[in-house]
C-alpha cells in the first residue's frame, strides 16, 4: 500500500479541530467508486474566520473502502428550529407531542422473488409522512441443490457452480433494490440501500440481527400458495429483531392508512407490547378500537386499557369479542373490515420447538390470512 504524505502541524491542528457545527447532510457515497467519503474528514475548522473550508491535506489519504453497508442517499434535513416549543402546549400540533419521537429510522425488506410494490409503496409514504430515514435491504437466494450434484466433480467444479449461483442471486437482490431506488428518489426522501447474495438459512439470520437497529421493519405478507425463501423472512424478523414489524397485505395498494387502529388486546404481555410500540400511529389516529378477545377479570382489563390511553389524549371504544380460539384471528379479521380499519396492532406470538421458533395459531392465521396491514411485536 502506498504510504500518504503527511499532515503538516497547522493542517493537522485544523483538522482535529471540533465539528459540531459541521453540516452532517453532506455526507454522501461516491457510488462509481464504492469508496464512502467522510465529508467531515474533508473539512478544516479556520481559527481566524470561524469557518469551515476545504484542506487539502484532509482530503489525502481519507477515502476507505466500506464493505458491506447501505448506499446512503441523505437530503439536508428540515430546518424548522423550536417553533412548536415556543407556542403554549395546548396549542402545539401533535408532532411536537412526541409521536414523530419514534419511526424515524426504518427499515424495508424488499423481496428478490415475489411482488415488490404493496411494501414499497407503504414504507416510502410513511417515511415522508414521518420525516424519516429509510433503509432498503434486498437479498437474492442461492441454491445449494446444484452443488449438492456436484460433489465428486472437483473443487474447481463446484468453485464454478458457486460462483455463477452467487451472482445469479445477486442480479436478483440488485433488481429488486432498482424499482425501490427509482421510487425513493421521486419521493425525494433519505434513504440508503442494501442488496446481498445469501444461502437461505443464513438469510433469515442476517436480516433478523439488521432489524434491531431500527425503529421499525417493514415486510410483504407471506404467500403460502407460492413457494419462496422470501416467505419465511417475515417471521424470522419478529423472533428476532426484538422491535416491531409492519406487515403488509401482498394484496395491498397504496400507503398505510391509520386514521382508524384497531388493538388486539387480550391483556398480556405481548399484546402490552405491541400497544407501546404502535403508540406514535395511536397518538395521530381518528379513532381507536380496542377489540377485547375472551376477556376475563384481570388487572390488565380493556377497560383499565381505556383509562390509561385517555391520559395520553387517546379516545377509545371497546368492541368484545367471545369466540373459540380456533376461529380468533377469524374473528379480528372481521372486526377489521367491518369497522374499516386501516391498521391491527397485536402481539406476535410463537413457542420453541427443538431450538425453532414456531408461529402460535393465532398468528399463524393472521400470517394466512390478514387483509389490512398489522404491527406486531414479539
Not at 430546518?79 to 396549542?91: I, S, W
Not at 394484496?251 to 403508540?279: E, N, Q, Y
Request: positive net charge; hydrophobic residues 45%; glycine residues 8%.
Amino acid at each position: 500500500m502506498t504510504e500518504q504524505p503527511p499532515i503538516g502541524a497547522a493542517e493537522a491542528a485544523e483538522v482535529d479541530q471540533p465539528r459540531a457545527r459541521f453540516p452532517r447532510w453532506l455526507s454522501f457515497s461516491a457510488a462509481k467508486t464504492g469508496k464512502r467519503i467522510d465529508t467531515h474528514a474533508l473539512m478544516a475548522f479556520s481559527a481566524t474566520t470561524g469557518h469551515w473550508r476545504s484542506s487539502a491535506a484532509a482530503i489525502r489519504g481519507r477515502c476507505r473502502t466500506k464493505f458491506p453497508g447501505f448506499d446512503v442517499h441523505q437530503l439536508r434535513p428540515y430546518t424548522r428550529r423550536l417553533r412548536c416549543m415556543q407556542k403554549p402546549r395546548a396549542e402545539r400540533p401533535r408532532e411536537c407531542l412526541g409521536e414523530r419521537a419514534m419511526f424515524r429510522n426504518i427499515l424495508v425488506h424488499i423481496p428478490s422473488e415475489r411482488p415488490v410494490r404493496p411494501v414499497i409503496e407503504v414504507a416510502v409514504a410513511l417515511t415522508m409522512a414521518r420525516r424519516s430515514h429509510l433503509d432498503a435491504v434486498a437479498i437474492g437466494y442461492e441454491s445449494t441443490g446444484t452443488v449438492g450434484m456436484l460433489v465428486g466433480g472437483g473443487g474447481a467444479a463446484i468453485a464454478a457452480v458457486v460462483g455463477a449461483e452467487q451472482e445469479r442471486a445477486q442480479e436478483r437482490a440488485d433488481a429488486a433494490i432498482s424499482v425501490f431506488e427509482v421510487e425513493a428518489k421521486l419521493a425525494e426522501i433519505a434513504y440508503g440501500v442494501r442488496s446481498l447474495a445469501a444461502i437461505p438459512a443464513e438469510a433469515g439470520e442476517t436480516i433478523g440481527a439488521l432489524a434491531r437497529l431500527y425503529d421499525m421493519t417493514i415486510v410483504l405478507q407471506p404467500d403460502s400458495s407460492k413457494f419462496s425463501y422470501d416467505n419465511d423472512i417475515p417471521q424470522e424478523i419478529l423472533f428476532n429483531s426484538g422491535g416491531p414489524m409492519l406487515m403488509v397485505p401482498y394484496i395491498h395498494k397504496g400507503p398505510l392508512d391509520t386514521h382508524h387502529v384497531g388493538i388486539a388486546w387480550d391483556g398480556s404481555r405481548l399484546a402490552a407490547r405491541a400497544l407501546r410500540d404502535a403508540m406514535p400511529f395511536l397518538m395521530g389516529a381518528k379513532a381507536v378500537t380496542v377489540i377485547a378477545v375472551n376477556e376475563e377479570a384481570s388487572e390488565a382489563s380493556s377497560d383499565q386499557l381505556v383509562v390509561h390511553l385517555a391520559r395520553r389524549g387517546i379516545a377509545v371504544r371497546v368492541q368484545r369479542l367471545a369466540t373459540e380460539r380456533s376461529d380468533v384471528q377469524g374473528g379480528i379479521l372481521s372486526i377489521a373490515a367491518e369497522s374499516n380499519m386501516g391498521l391491527l396492532v397485536m402481539g406476535g406470538y410463537g413457542h420453541s420447538r427443538l431450538q425453532e421458533r414456531i408461529l402460535g395459531g393465532v398468528t399463524r392465521g393472521i400470517f394466512e390470512s390478514m387483509t389490512v396491514p398489522v404491527l406486531m411485536s414479539h
